[in-house]
């Protein structure tokens, strides 16, 4: 591995060299069913100060990533099993991978197995026989825009906003990371995608203008447009706001004999316990309670709850 040297001095004050290490440039995952490929590529990278990772196949290339995530992917298109352009796609698919940029290594110049490797994520490609001046390049490229966009996205969670892109179809074209863990806690899916109703909301949104979801957690989730920011897509903003429960229920309009059905059930009780309590059948009880959820805008007992709770503090 190259070095420095770094002046310093001895006992009788005459400067000596001290040798210390080159930072290394990153880390790449190299992924190749040849051994001769692989062998030139490892020494290349690591004479260019690259940690380098190997996988013979597109099932080792996944379990190396399990355990470490690389500044970037050179990837052979065409190999035994999982093909490069379906590992590339299982690495697009993962949220803890999707930054990594993917760079194909192939063989087929022709113009649909290029279209190909872009379809499935990959960001560039190299033909091979593989140059050596070319793929440090665009290694050194794309592993650095990688890193920048990476920060950048990082850095926007800061302030306590998430940063989320629609296209407009809905899908999801970005989302820093605050954004996904806010979509994964109010929606409560692993796969964070929200459902059609609220996408449907919030592309409908004026710049400017809010849209929020409410959790059974005491916390709104509120999205706020700032029109396009692209080619067909819209930024969103999102900020996790405690709700304010006591306006939340005058807003309701509750009746008197559905608040106290909602104190009770606040205070634990079942619709039985409410029934014997109140002087009314337990149907009765269910009955008060869906009016409840309706006008409250929640889904779930535990939710209506934690509402009436906050308000009762």
Same mark, same amino acid.
């Given at each position: 591995?190259?070095?420095?040297?770094?002046?310093?001095?001895?006992?009788?004050?005459?400067?000596?060299?001290?040798?210390?290490?080159?930072?290394?440039?990153?880390?790449?995952?190299?992924?190749?069913?040849?051994?001769?490929?692989?062998?030139?590529?490892?020494?290349?990278?690591?004479?260019?100060?690259?940690?380098?990772?190997?996988?013979?196949?597109?099932?080792?290339?996944?379990?190396?990533?399990?355990?470490?995530?690389?500044?970037?992917?050179?990837?052979?298109?065409?190999?035994?099993?999982?093909?490069?352009?379906?590992?590339?796609?299982?690495?697009?698919?993962?949220?803890?991978?999707?930054?990594?940029?993917?760079?194909?290594?192939?063989?087929?110049?022709?113009?649909?197995?290029?279209?190909?490797?872009?379809?499935?994520?990959?960001? /560039?490609?190299?033909?091979?026989?593989? %140059?050596?001046? *070319? =793929? $440090?390049?665009?290694? @050194?490229?794309?592993?650095? +825009?990688?890193?920048?966009?990476?920060?950048?996205?990082?850095?926007?969670?800061?302030?306590?906003?998430?940063?989320?892109?629609?296209?407009?179809?809905?899908?999801?074209?970005?989302?820093?990371?605050?954004?996904?863990?806010?979509?994964?806690?109010?929606?409560?899916?692993?796969?964070?995608?929200?459902?059609?109703?609220?996408?449907?909301?919030?592309?409908?949104?004026?710049?400017?203008?809010?849209?929020?979801?409410?959790?059974?957690?005491?916390?709104?989730?509120?999205?706020?447009?700032?029109?396009?920011?692209?080619?067909?897509?819209?930024?969103?903003?999102?900020?996790?706001?405690?709700?304010?429960?006591?306006?939340?229920? /005058?807003?309701?309009?509750?009746?008197? %004999?559905?608040? *106290? =059905? $909602?104190?009770?059930? @606040?205070?634990?009780?079942? +619709?039985?316990?409410?029934?014997?309590?109140?002087?009314?059948?337990?149907?009765?009880?269910?009955?008060?309670?869906?009016?409840?959820?309706?006008?409250?805008?929640?889904?779930?007992?535990?939710?209506?709850?934690?509402?009436?709770?906050?308000?009762?503090?």
């Amino acid at each position: 591995m190259p070095s420095t040297s770094t002046p310093s001095s001895n006992n009788s004050g005459h400067p000596m060299t001290v040798e210390t290490a080159s930072p290394p440039h990153g880390t790449v995952l190299v992924v190749d069913d040849a051994p001769e490929t692989l062998r030139w590529l490892c020494d290349l990278l690591e004479a260019e100060r690259y940690s380098v990772l190997v996988a013979r196949s597109g099932e080792e290339a996944l379990e190396r990533l399990e355990y470490a995530v690389p500044d970037a992917v050179l990837l052979d298109a065409v190999m035994p099993g999982l093909s490069g352009f379906e590992t590339c796609r299982r690495i697009k698919a993962n949220p803890a991978w999707s930054h990594v940029p993917v760079i194909f290594m192939t063989g087929l110049s022709e113009t649909d197995s290029i279209v190909r490797g872009f379809d499935s994520g990959g960001v /560039d490609y190299v033909v091979k026989p593989v %140059r050596a001046e *070319e =793929v $440090l390049a665009r290694l @050194a490229t794309h592993a650095r +825009n990688a890193r920048v966009a990476r920060m950048a996205r990082d850095a926007v969670d800061v302030g306590g906003i998430g940063v989320l892109l629609l296209d407009a179809r809905g899908r999801i074209a970005w989302r820093s990371p605050q954004a996904e863990a806010w979509l994964r806690d109010r929606f409560g899916s692993d796969d964070p995608r929200p459902p059609a109703g609220w996408i449907a909301q919030v592309l409908a949104l004026a710049p400017g203008e809010e849209a929020a979801a409410d959790g059974a957690d005491g916390h709104r989730l509120v999205a706020k447009s700032l029109g396009r920011a692209g080619l067909d897509e819209t930024m969103l903003l999102l900020q996790r706001r405690e709700e304010a429960a006591g306006a939340r229920l /005058d807003d309701a309009a509750l009746t008197p %004999r559905e608040t *106290e =059905v $909602l104190s009770w059930v @606040a205070k634990g009780k079942t +619709n039985r316990d409410i029934a014997e309590i109140l002087g009314m059948s337990p149907r009765t009880v269910n009955k008060h309670l869906e009016h409840v959820f309706e006008k409250l805008g929640v889904e779930t007992r535990a939710a209506a709850a934690a509402l009436a709770s906050r308000a009762l503090r």
